[in-house]
């Protein structure tokens, strides 16, 4: 195998597949990507045996076609350490070693056999339907904050992606909650679609959305039983779905918050972050005192000390409650405009927050003892 790639496309590949491969794998095969030249066009593949990530590279020169795997964190290492305006060039020497040169640079990097690579079927079409990129991305964006971490509830461990229906409109809905707070976000579809109410993994997510924030244009989506398939122009995500069954999130939502507080959206968010700076881990409960349009936010650590802050707010009711300050900040940082509107009930009750910028958008975050 002798093929000549571009610094920057290679490096970009090999950019994407960095976030697949798992650094301490028990088996060596998974530390290294599918190198494959044919067709005048090179095939990157990395995985994980949950996620597979292949790029298709067709800006390449092949002098003699092949395939081999070789370690996925070395060679990113040495690729983006060239000169991005210079071309790479590869041979195949033997079965165990590939030699990388450019300019006056030469490396020899250990292989393993391409038949060793654990590959899978990626030529699914179930359910196919297309969605743009910048939907799908502000989709998962307005829900990743709220994914749980606690691994004992896998079912939580993800989005939940399902089609909701409202006012004879159909929406592709997303939602996350690790049960302290939830995030609910959808996105109109313009086509009648079949999709399975699915979990999609956390580290599929993060995935998919770095492809995302690189890619502008339709985004194929298929599903055949237990995977999903995200198609990007020459990308494709394929990645395992987590088996489970996410909880009644409608139930929760509250539906009899009247005690409506308006207010500006920056002063808000840094407000809260200054204040909780008391707290380290920004774990200590953010106390909101309200009343008379005046908002007065503190924070009471034992160990490093106390902070306080007022803000003018349209609230024409009395009510003392607190969150963690981490929530707020996640939700704030995610909004779009220039409010924030915060449904309360009780010291007791949940919180219901909108974005009056984004209608397809709203949160959920319960408050904390004293």
Excluded: W
């Excluded at 790479?88 to 450019?102: A, D, G, T, Y």
């Amino acid at each position: 195998m002798k093929f000549s790639v571009n610094q920057k496309d290679l490096q970009n590949s090999l950019n994407y597949c960095q976030g697949v491969i798992e650094k301490r794998s028990t088996l060596p095969i998974l530390s290294n990507v599918l190198l494959e030249a044919k067709n005048a066009n090179l095939k990157i593949v990395a995985t994980d045996l949950d996620l597979i990530f292949i790029q298709n590279v067709s800006n390449i020169e092949i002098s003699e076609e092949g395939e081999t795997t070789t370690s996925c964190s070395i060679m990113y290492d040495i690729v983006r350490k060239f000169n991005n305006e210079k071309k790479i060039n590869f041979n195949l020497v033997n079965e165990n070693k590939i030699n990388l040169e450019s300019d006056k640079s030469s490396f020899n990097l250990n292989c393993l056999k391409a038949s060793e690579f654990p590959i899978t079927e990626e030529n699914f079409r179930d359910n196919e339907f297309v969605l743009n990129s910048k939907k799908l991305l502000k989709l998962l964006n307005k829900c990743k904050f709220s994914i749980s971490t606690d691994e004992t509830r896998h079912y939580l461990s993800g989005i939940f992606l399902h089609l909701t229906e409202t006012d004879g409109k159909k929406y592709l809905t997303a939602v996350a909650t690790d049960s302290h707070r939830m995030a609910i976000s959808k996105t109109l579809l313009s086509d009648d679609i079949k999709f399975e109410p699915i979990i999609l993994p956390k580290k599929t997510i993060f995935q998919l959305c770095s492809l995302l924030e690189d890619f502008d244009g339709d985004v194929k989506i298929s599903n055949m039983r237990s995977k999903i398939k995200f198609e990007l122009n020459k990308s494709i995500l394929m990645s395992k779905l987590i088996d489970g069954k996410f909880p009644n999130y409608y139930q929760v939502i509250p539906k009899d918050n009247q005690k409506k507080l308006d207010i500006e959206l920056k002063p808000f968010l840094t407000s809260v972050d200054r204040v909780a700076s008391v707290s380290l881990d920004k774990k200590d409960g953010l106390r909101m005192n309200l009343g008379n349009n005046n908002l007065d936010l503190s924070v009471n650590n034992s160990n490093s000390g106390d902070g306080k802050e007022s803000l003018s707010v349209n609230f024409n009711h009395e009510l003392d409650i607190s969150f963690n300050p981490r929530y707020l900040i996640d939700v704030a940082s995610n909004m779009d405009g220039d409010k924030i509107e915060i449904y309360l009930k009780e010291s007791g009750s949940p919180a219901l927050i909108k974005d009056p910028s984004d209608f397809d958008s709203i949160y959920v975050i319960m408050p904390m003892k004293g």
